[in-house]
Antibody, heavy 128, light 106 residues
Framework: QITLKESGPTLLKPTQTLTLTCTLS??????????VGWIRQPPGKALEWLAL???????RSTPSLKTKIIITKDTSRNRVVLTMTYVDPVDTATYFC????????????????????WGQGTLVTVSS | DIQMTQSPSTLSASVGDRVTITCRAS??????LAWYQQKPGKAPKLLIY???TLESGVPLRFSGSGYGTEFTLTISSLQPDDFATYYC????????FGQGTNLEIK
């Protein structure tokens, strides 16, 4: 059974660095094709994809936050870490990590990421 | 960036109704579209992927259609458990979500 669990601080001050950990269960980052992503949701608002990383280390970030976030993996501990620098009150949100299933697009010759299993989420508040 | 626009933002309906939610992409995404259901305080749940493929375990009253830039999610006969917020999401280029449709009890 695939499960993911987010952990990290619940309250930060502006300009601080946010580090969130996603602990994986039921699947391994050593397995070819495996991916994990981060998505956030400000209170009462829509979902926003942040970043993803694959078993190979290949990673992607949403263009608007590319200079602000880093995604890394710790294969030995089966964890994925999201780091976000210089947080602001607009970064207040529930942060979800999620398992990604890849699908092959034969027309473009590339794999595409489908988010299928989600963690429960963790609320992070940024306030002075 | 590919923008996803859902309509309506809010939909009021009754148990037993047939409802349809529409999602439009700002550029073609083939059939690389998913639908999620989210209840308050919970994580989203995958319902449909590749525009029309039902995820395992999802009731058959849910269906999806569309290709290119126009997509729909249909619930054939609303059940009490279906009142929730629904999001479309493209995964053709990066990942972007629609703004959500709140399906509420009339």
């Amino acid at each position: 059974q695939i499960t993911l669990k987010e952990s990290g601080p619940t309250l930060l001050k502006p300009t601080q660095t946010l580090t969130l950990t996603c602990t994986l269960s039921g699947f391994s980052l050593r397995t070819s094709g495996v991916g994990v992503g981060w998505i956030r949701q400000p209170p009462g608002k829509a979902l926003e994809w942040l970043a993803l990383i694959y078993w190979s280390g290949d990673n992607r970030s949403t263009p608007s936050l590319k200079t602000k976030i880093i995604i890394t993996k710790d294969t030995s501990r089966n964890r994925v870490v999201l780091t976000m620098t210089y947080v602001d009150p607009v970064d207040t949100a529930t942060y979800f990590c999620a398992h990604i299933r890849r699908y092959y697009d034969p027309f473009r010759g590339e794999y595409l990421p489908l988010v299928d299993h989600w963690g429960q989420g963790t609320l992070v508040t940024v306030s002075s | 960036d590919i923008q996803m626009t859902q309509s309506p933002s809010t939909l009021s309906a009754s148990v037993g109704d047939r409802v349809t939610i529409t999602c439009r992409a700002s550029q073609t995404i083939s059939n690389w579209l998913a639908w999620y259901q989210q209840k308050p305080g919970k994580a989203p749940k995958l319902l449909i992927y590749e525009a029309s493929t039902l995820e395992s375990g999802v009731p058959l009253r849910f269906s999806g259609s569309g290709y290119g830039t126009e997509f729909t999610l249909t619930i054939s006969s609303l059940q009490p458990d279906d009142f929730a917020t629904y999001y479309c999401q493209q995964y053709s280029t990066y990942i972007t979500f629609g703004q959500g449709t709140n399906l509420e009890i009339k």
